[in-house]
């Protein structure tokens, strides 16, 4: 390969071409960088400096529109939203860059004179490991939303070196080692050194002769930019992810302590701010680690608000005359979860100490600017950080928290008497003297101007339970905004044969930017036709699906069975025990039929991917049990039908789907390694059947069930989160939904309590087929005992799998039923999409736009 790709690449010249459309100028400029931008020794052009020389040159053309984006947002001076979120889940950029630049066939041509493939090349790619689950991922749909529909807007996020953890699956289960995204380094970034912040952490309060006050003294890092473009879909414009990396300066080295021979003091401030942005979420069981979390939150909120606050005064300076009371004219704030909840008191801290202003002034700004977005109604998952740890580490904003404290509760003694007997539970601090907290989800929503929930069934459970109390004084301050997810990198570029179909059949593409077309698609539902291109193009996502899975697991998997699956994080509350228990039973059930009645059974592959939080002791069971099962089950020739010797692959699909004989029953069961957004994308547009079957009232929304909706899978789940919109766009005949209904989970907790559950005897039987070694040696009694009992920490089926479970079964075995009339399955499926247009994150972002952000359109 070296050699092809050096004599391809001696026969194109370097020569910089940075905007040119043309593949033979594209094939220049990519070679360009290769010599002139070099990261790697000479005459090397194998597909990962292909990767690099690519990206940069993609790069080229996003840095012109972003200095234009970035030139006319100065020249306009429109308002600005910043989105603060801990988590950006991205993905890789290359093919998501090039298609919304719509220049995808041109680069695949360049690449070819080159001598490589687009799609080897982008498999270069590490993903960014800037997040965890769904709310990181929700950011980034939304950053695309807000590039594609020219929307004046910034993301703030952290630059993590080592991300959550890559996920390696053993004989021991889960393990965790570091994600390695910047070993080497990032195309798409671009630090700027101009653009560098101070942040206080410690330290205390001088009182000045008139009364007002400084934070002093402490240990100061250094915040640095880093920006990372996000292009909007066929549009100029290009915004910015701008995320912080925490340094110390030359002058914090003790050069005197080093050459005595103490290098660890020398170098102490560099190796604790080294740690601020080293991984996502670090462990909070110790004090340290409290200390490192809360650091890491405020360190996001101070240098995005001292950029904010700079931008603004840069902007005001060429006016004239100006006011602070304007700020939140040209400034909106959006909290994505409590994690950047401290922007609250900084923003005040800001405005009081570095700006003079004064408390009533200050506060009307701040609750002008700011609003929050609740992510959920788990209680471990609202924040509440000690007091204790608070004063140590922000003594200032301390100050400022008890005095939002105080007049919070001034103002209900004086205009709601009725409410004094639930000021304990709604006031900011807990001042338990066990355990005193700041509450963060309080003092959000107390200190802004609108709070939202992600999807209509998890907003009317926050208006009527979680904050019911501040309703009754802030009756307009709540909204819904359904989450929505972008229709470029979830359908667009992940299934380019599905795309290609709709497009032709709707007769306009517009439908990339304009979801609700696919309404269109409902004429041709039950179009022979139609059905069989559909059919056509989920067989070859199904078939590049099992040679992925071949290539990371060794699992040969039949095409031909149904794909069924579920990738999330792992979480008792999203129930994967309730799909491995289904699958256990579904497999026994295999073995003790005659050969005869198995061969009308529907073979089917069970995937689940995941990871479980590394000190989550009971997700991590489930990720074990998974994987002890597939052994198993795997590797029974009764219930595999079909060919499960490794082979050698071929680079083409053909050559694989001819390896299975048509399988007429059988179960596989595949733990997916190590899932991502690139794992994802792989996963969903093979996917046949989806499962989302956390407990009902606990998944605030559920993004990924939209992804699997829009591409043609169908839904097996509880009437939770999105589920129930879901459900209603698509037709509730096209949804297989069971389960305890989320007003009926409270009492049936209680039932349970009182002894009054009666276990199914299929549950009984899947938990006995554990317990007896059916799957190894290893010990699931802690997993399992978690689902007996009537009540207890960690035990009485608090997620209701044992409740759930009967109804679950016959769900699925209606799922069977229906995969087996093809035409009928394929109509579900194309309905499914059909109904999928009111989930896009255009829809989301236009309407947070409009109803919280009061932003306009302000294009390129």
């Known amino acids: 390969m070296a050699e092809n790709g050096k004599s391809a690449t001696e026969k194109v010249p370097a020569v910089a071409n940075p905007l040119s459309e043309q593949p033979s100028e594209i094939a220049s400029n990519i070679n360009y960088h290769a010599q002139f931008s070099p990261h790697f020794s000479p005459f090397k052009f194998e597909p990962e400096q292909a990767f690099f020389a690519t990206a940069e040159s993609v790069r080229d053309r996003l840095v012109k529109q972003w200095n234009e984006t970035f030139l006319h947002y100065h020249k306009v001076d429109p308002k600005q939203t910043y989105y603060l979120s801990m988590e950006y889940l991205q993905g890789r950029a290359l093919t998501n860059a090039i298609g919304n630049l719509d220049i995808q066939n041109a680069y695949a ?50 630059r993590y070196k080592y991300g959550l953890f890559k996920q390696l699956i053993t004989k021991q289960g889960q393990e965790e080692i570091a994600e390695d995204w910047l070993e080497k380094f990032s195309p798409w970034e671009v630090v700027r050194h101009d653009i560098v912040f101070p942040v206080r952490f410690f330290g205390s309060i001088e009182i000045n002769p008139d009364g007002s006050r400084k934070w002093i003294g402490g240990e100061v890092v250094q915040a640095l930019a880093y920006d990372v473009p996000i292009p909007g879909y066929k549009t100029k414009n290009t915004i910015s992810l701008r995320l912080w990396e925490a340094k110390a300066r030359a002058e914090d080295f003790n050069l005197f302590q080093f050459n005595d021979g103490q290098y660890e003091s020398a170098a ?42 700079l931008r603004f005064k840069e902007r005001r300076s060429g006016k004239g005359s100006w006011k602070w009371s304007e700020f939140p004219s040209k400034v909106a704030v959006q909290l994505n979860d409590t994690h950047p909840t401290l922007a609250i008191p900084e923003l005040m801290r800001l405005l009081m100490d570095d700006e003079r202003l004064g408390w009533d ?47 919070f509760l001034a103002m209900i003694n004086a205009t709601r008497p009725d409410l004094e007997h639930k000021l304990p539970t709604m006031r900011v601090l807990d001042h338990n003297p066990q355990k005193p907290v700041v509450r963060m989800a309080n003092l959000c929503v107390v200190s802004a101007h609108t709070v939202n929930g992600v999807a209509q069934l998890h907003s009317d459970i926050l208006k009527a339970e979680l904050f019911a109390d501040y309703v009754s004084i802030w009756p307009t301050k709540f909204q819904n905004k359904t989450n929505g997810i972008t229709p470029r990198r979830w359908l667009r570029f992940c299934s380019p ?29 039950d179009n022979a036709d139609f059905q069989d291109e ?93 994987n002890d099962v597939g052994a198993v089950v795997n590797n029974d020739p009764e219930v ?82 999105a589920n129930v919109e879901i459900r209603e766009e698509i037709g509730e005949e096209n949804f297989f939904l ?23 005897p299929r549950f009984e039987e899947a938990k006995q087929f554990i317990r007896s070694g059916a799957f190894g040696s290893y010990d699931y009694n802690p997993l399992l005992d978690s689902l007996e009992g009537n009540s207890g920490y960690g035990r009485g089926d608090y997620f209701l799998v044992g409740h759930d479970f009967p109804d679950y079964m016959d769900a699925q075995a209606r799922v069977d039923e229906a995969y087996k009339d093809r035409k009928k399955w394929l109509k579900m499926s194309i309905l499914s999409t059909a109904g999928s247009g009111k989930f896009s994150s255009d829809r989301t972002i236009a309407q947070y736009a409009k109803e919280i952000w009061n932003i306009e359109e302000c294009r390129v």
């Open 361 to 407: 002034e200050a506060w009307d700004v701040t609750t002008r600017t700011i609003a929050y977005t609740n992510h959920t109604v788990l209680p471990e998952a609202l924040e509440k950080w000690s007091q204790p740890v608070m004063w140590k580490l922000l003594p200032r904003h301390m100050e400022i928290i008890e005095e939002i404290d105080k007049r």
């Open 109 to 158: 041509e360049a690449l070819n004179k080159l001598g490589h493939e687009l799609e080897e090349i982008a498999e270069q790619e590490k993903d960014a490991a800037l997040g965890n689950g769904g709310l990181g991922r929700l950011a980034s749909c939304f950053l695309d939303s807000m590039a594609t529909l020219n929307l004046p807007a910034w993301g703030y996020g952290l």
């Open 534 to 626: 559909w059919a056509s193009a989920k067989m070859a996502n199904k078939q590049r699906l099992a040679q992925y899975i071949l290539r990371v697991t060794g699992v040969s998997i039949d095409p031909n069975s149904l794909f069924d699956i579920q990738v999330k994080r792992i979480h008792e509350y999203k129930r994967q025990l309730l799909n491995i228990l289904g699958a256990i039973y579904r497999y026994k059930e295999l073995k003790e039929m005659s050969p005869e009645l198995r061969k009308n059974t529907t073979s089917r592959t069970i995937m689940i991917g995941g990871k479980a939080f590394a000190t989550y002791t009971n997700a991590k069971r489930i990720v074990k049990l998974v």
């Open 738 to 760: 069971f389960g305890a209904r989320a007003d009926e989970v409270p009492q049936l907790r209680k039932d349970r309590e009182n002894g009054l559950f009666k276990p199914d």
């Open 640 to 721: 595999n039908s079909y060919l499960k010797k490794p082979v050698v692959l071929h680079n083409t699909f053909i050559s694989y789907a001819l390896l299975f004989s048509k399988a007429t029953s059988g179960i596989d069961v595949v733990f997916v390694p190590n899932y991502n957004v690139s794992v994802a994308e792989m996963l969903i547009p093979g996917s046949e059947l989806s499962q989302h079957i956390s407990t009902a009232g606990m998944e605030a929304s559920g993004t990924s069930n939209m992804k699997f909706a829009l591409n043609g899978c169908l839904i097996i789940g509880t009437l939770d989160g």
């Open 268 to 309: 102490q401030l560099h190796s604790r701010a080294q740690q601020i942005c080293a991984v996502l979420y670090p462990g909070d069981a110790t004090e340290d680690g409290k200390l490192l979390r809360l650091k890491q939150q405020f360190f996001l909120c101070s240098a995005s608000l001292q950029d904010i606050i």
């Open 497 to 525: 044969e599905l795309s290609n179909i709709i497009t032709k059949w709707l007769k306009t593409d517009q439908w990339v930017t304009n979801l609700d077309l696919l309404s269109g698609l409902r004429e041709f539902a």
